[in-house]
């Protein structure tokens, strides 16, 4: 049994170990991220959406299901690359009867528009880890022109699948009524505020 302990507290250490050495071999530099081609990591990739409800609340919902490619050099910021897809039916507030009140025609009529999308046409550094990504959004079946905040968080082979990963959040506001989505507008606020985590995964 004690032998069973000490290989138990063996085999910890060693995994602290292993993780304390990703960890120390991560980069929060952009210009030392590695130049390739990265699919958004599904699991750890949402986007949450904010708007303020008849002035008493700030509501929240998500999208948790988000499809994306990016082609990132950073020696040649400009000329990245951002496609994404985003399920519409993923979208997910812990309240079935809302979710299904926003699946509908009344809000994004998921069954006409199962997905939107974003294409990056434009990358602008605008600090030491931010860029503005400007692009057009597509949704509800209407397509206007968005501008993402970037901030660029870390780059490294992540400890746990030993991929080489990088993370990136952000931040965009969008007017609903522009993209034919009017319910309820101003008690429910035009304004949407979407705030983005996103994790990816090296592929080449």
Not at 60 to 89: C, E, M, R, W, Y
Not at 160 to 187: C, H, M, N, Q, W
Request: net charge neutral; glycine share 6%.
């Amino acid at each position: 049994m004690r032998n069973l302990y000490k290989s138990a507290v063996f085999a910890a250490v060693l995994a602290l170990s292993a993780v304390g050495a990703a960890q120390a071999q991560m980069t929060t530099a952009p210009a030392a991220v590695q130049a390739g081609t990265y699919k958004a990591d599904p699991a750890h990739s949402k986007i949450t959406w904010s708007v303020t409800h008849f002035g008493f609340s700030t509501y929240v919902g998500q999208f948790s299901h988000v499809d994306a490619t990016l082609k990132l050099d950073p020696k040649a910021l400009g000329a990245a690359a951002l496609d994404a897809t985003i399920d519409a039916n993923s979208l997910g507030t812990l309240n079935p009867a809302l979710d299904t009140h926003l699946k509908s025609k009344d809000f994004l009529d998921v069954a006409a528009f199962p997905t939107a999308t974003f294409k990056a046409a434009k990358v602008t550094k605008t600090g030491e880890k931010t860029a503005d990504i400007t692009g057009d959004l597509t949704l509800h079946g209407v397509t206007k022109p968005v501008v993402v905040h970037a901030t660029f968080n870390q780059a490294g082979v992540n400890p746990l699948d030993k991929k080489y990963s990088l993370g990136f959040a952000g931040t965009a506001e969008i007017t609903r009524s522009e993209f034919g989505i009017k319910a309820y507008v101003p008690a429910i606020s035009d304004k949407v505020t979407l705030t983005i985590e996103a994790e990816f995964k090296a592929v080449s």
